[in-house]
């Protein structure tokens, strides 16, 4: 899956849990860009993406994304 | 004889350890030298822009070396801190900077601080100012009665209540913590995942200083417990005080969890179930588990139970909060403040040197948060807590739910707790939080709220139905992924409420 859209897929998956369809996520987006993306929400956020894209995230990996981006390029390896 | 003064034993610890570490704060770390530099630059601008009458300073809160060395700087130079919290609304920060009067506020942002500042206040920035370390003439003898802080805490009536806490207070607290004995030295490594608004901040940043051992902040704006978890593990701290609902968020990763140099975790800021606490000891094996439990009022914490995992106190599920702080005393009286027997449920009240004065600037409040009980046969000035609790056999406190948690239903006395322990029993994975909201007939409807349950909702009320009375199983149940939490990192009632 290309990146773009992955990046794509997971604008969607933000704009639905966190209940705002303005969001318009970039590579370098990070929690402190978007207001809601709290621990709450990212709990969340990243059981929406283990279930889109059918992986699973270990929480080693997720402590290390610094942004967006990495969470694309992650979820790209792991569907690859 | 140990000191009992917090700022002179601060004082000490910094200026004994100059090339020790203080801070870790954003990936970097701040000696105790360039602390104590810190530190003087701010107290010189304070001294500057104010009198001989101690006054209340804001501080806007980011977490970064001039927050925190404004905070102590404002300590050592007599006045009074008062945390304004950017995540807030303007017009709560902008109550609190009135009714305390503050003429001065200090911030650490690059540009202009972008807060709704009445326009007499001088707002300085923290940042950029230079001068000689001056901590060698800096006086730590406050007085007691002066206030070191005033933490605003959400009212009933809407409008935020102010808790001002004493040096005398912070003192009798400060001895009676050094009187729990925790193992720590200038060696340990301790967290600090505390909002600056939330007291237990004030021990997390001010106790290890006494020590000459460095604090690990977290930034508040963040994922926090993934950050929490980070430095928990690779920077092997030993020491941390955290709020139970942040090992329910790690719950799922458990098994990847492993903190072998933990030596001692503190549970506070609410109820602590020990079916998750019991879970997570695996991934911190030689860590004493420590519940301490204290309403602000009280200065921090006031009472304290260590956990031995052969030998569990609890109630509910939860676990006790143990014996009063030694300069602190807790009944517990009946609806007449009539001291109960051993074994049967009260509200607590607290009396001691850790009770701050009365609410700030709140008479008529202060008046019913405190009560006059002849326990030693001399009046003594008691706080009421609010708090439902009892005390056993073995002289153990038990906490068994807030006062406001009780509900009638049908004219029943219903403890919310008791519902959320008989829901964990049919369904262990996460947490649940019963609330109780008057319906259009204006009777009370539970509501059931139920992290990660995925069953049928016949189930579960077939399960209740078998282990409670009719009038205590929820009318509605609500999956939901994760409980929303608050700022202090407690279950947000409220935004719960909200959703009904």
Not at chain 2, 20 to 26: S, T
Not at chain 2, 68 to 77: I, K, P, T, W
Not at chain 2, 93 to 115: G, K, W
Not at chain 2, 310 to 332: E, P, Q, R, V
Request: with cysteine; glycine share 4%.
């Amino acid at each position: 899956m290309e990146l773009s859209q992955v990046l794509e897929e997971v604008n969607s998956i933000f704009c639905k849990v966190l209940n705002k369809p303005t969001i318009i996520l970039t590579e370098s987006s990070t929690a402190d860009d978007v207001d809601e993306w709290d621990s709450l929400n990212n709990i969340r956020l990243i059981a929406e993406v283990e279930q889109h894209f059918k992986v699973k995230f270990k929480l080693r990996e997720i402590m290390k994304l610094k942004n967006v981006g990495e969470l694309c390029t992650n979820i790209q390896k792991k569907t690859a | 004889m140990h000191n009992h003064n917090l700022l002179t034993q601060i004082l000490k610890g910094i200026q004994s350890h100059p090339d020790r570490n203080a801070f870790f704060i954003d990936g970097k770390y701040h000696t105790y030298k360039s602390l104590a530099k810190r530190i003087s630059e701010i107290y010189n601008i304070i001294k500057q822009h104010t009198g001989p009458t101690a006054q209340c300073i804001g501080i806007i809160e980011k977490n970064n070396i001039e927050t925190y060395a404004s905070l102590l700087a404002v300590l050592f130079s007599g006045n009074t801190y008062v945390i304004l919290n950017p995540q807030n609304p303007n017009c709560r920060n902008r109550i609190i900077v009135e009714s305390t009067d503050i003429q001065l506020i200090l911030h650490s942002d690059e540009d202009n601080c972008s807060l709704d500042i009445p326009k007499y206040v001088n707002l300085i920035s923290t940042i950029d100012v230079k001068s000689e370390s001056i901590l060698d003439k800096i006086m730590t003898q406050v007085d007691s009665d002066s206030l070191a802080y005033i933490i605003f805490t959400s009212g009933s009536t809407g409008v935020p209540k102010g808790v001002p806490i004493s040096h005398g207070n912070l003192n009798a607290f400060y001895d009676a913590y050094s009187s729990l004995n925790f193992n720590l030295n200038k060696e340990d490594r301790l967290l600090q995942m505390f909002d600056l608004c939330f007291d237990v901040s004030v021990v997390s940043t001010l106790y290890p200083l006494t020590l000459g051992a460095c604090i690990f902040t977290v930034s508040q704006n963040s994922v926090k417990y993934t950050q929490v978890y980070e430095l928990l593990e690779d920077e092997e701290l030993t020491f941390a005080a955290i709020a139970p609902s942040l090992l329910s968020y790690l719950q799922p990763y458990f098994e990847e969890i492993n903190l072998p140099k933990l030596k001692y975790l503190i549970l506070t800021a609410e109820a602590s179930n020990w079916d998750l606490l019991s879970q997570f000891i695996t991934c911190a094996p030689n860590a004493e588990l420590v519940n301490l439990y204290g309403p602000t009022e009280a200065t921090i914490y006031c009472t304290s139970y260590r956990v031995n995992p052969n030998d569990i106190d609890t109630y509910n599920g939860m676990l006790a909060i143990g014996k009063a702080f030694k300069s602190m005393h807790a009944i517990i009286v009946d609806e007449n403040l009539q001291e109960v027997p051993k074994g049967e449920k009260g509200e607590m009240c607290v009396a001691g040197a850790q009770l701050m004065e009365g609410y700030w600037k709140d008479p008529k409040k202060s008046k019913e948060v405190f009560v006059e009980l002849d326990c030693f046969e001399v009046p003594t000035r008691y706080y009421r807590t609010g708090d439902i609790c009892f005390i056993d056999e073995k002289d153990c406190i038990h906490y068994c739910g807030r006062k406001d948690y009780q509900v009638q239903i049908q004219g029943f006395r219903v403890e919310l707790n008791e519902i959320e322990h008989t829901v964990r029993q049919y369904h262990s994975i996460g947490s649940n939080v019963v609330l109780a909201k008057p319906n259009q007939l204006g009777n009370q409807e539970l509501h059931l709220f139920i992290e990660k349950y995925e069953g049928e909702e016949t189930s579960i009320i077939d399960f209740l139905k078998e282990k409670l009375p009719i009038y205590m199983c929820p009318q509605n149940i609500y999956g939901i992924n994760e409980l929303p939490l608050n700022s202090s990192g407690k279950v947000d009632r409220k935004k719960l409420l909200e959703l009904v």
